[in-house]
């Protein structure tokens, strides 16, 4: 018997907050479901954006847990609607390795 129910979308995080939750699940410092371990985490490596984040949507991150995150850009946010059009067009020349920085436009058209 299959299960028909239709799959929940993941939770939609800034680019900063869903490289942030990832460098911390990668570390394996803490399990993800402990939250306040998290955070703490989170604090000490001065990720602070991540911390108000995650005090303000606490439901949000555990749902996040089961269903995933997912970037989306935030369109007053130029830092991730850059990321997102590379993402998109698949430059990866655009970002540098800080994740931030990109090529301005001309830096990156073919040379003939």
Request: hydrophobic share 35%; proline share 4%.
């Amino acid at each position: 018997m299959s299960d028909d129910k239709p799959k929940k979308p993941p939770i939609s995080v800034s680019h900063n907050i869903l490289s942030n939750l990832q460098e911390i699940r990668e570390s394996g410092e803490s399990n993800m479901f402990d939250y306040h371990a998290v955070m703490r985490i989170a604090f000490n490596r001065d990720m602070y954006e991540t911390v108000v984040w995650l005090q303000d949507n606490k439901e949000k991150y555990i749902r996040g847990i089961f269903r995933g995150f997912q970037f989306v850009p935030h369109p007053d946010n130029a830092t991730d609607m850059r990321i997102y059009v590379c993402d998109l067009l698949d430059l990866n020349s655009c970002r540098t390795m800080e994740g931030m920085k990109t090529e301005s436009l001309e830096d990156t058209e073919l040379r003939s």
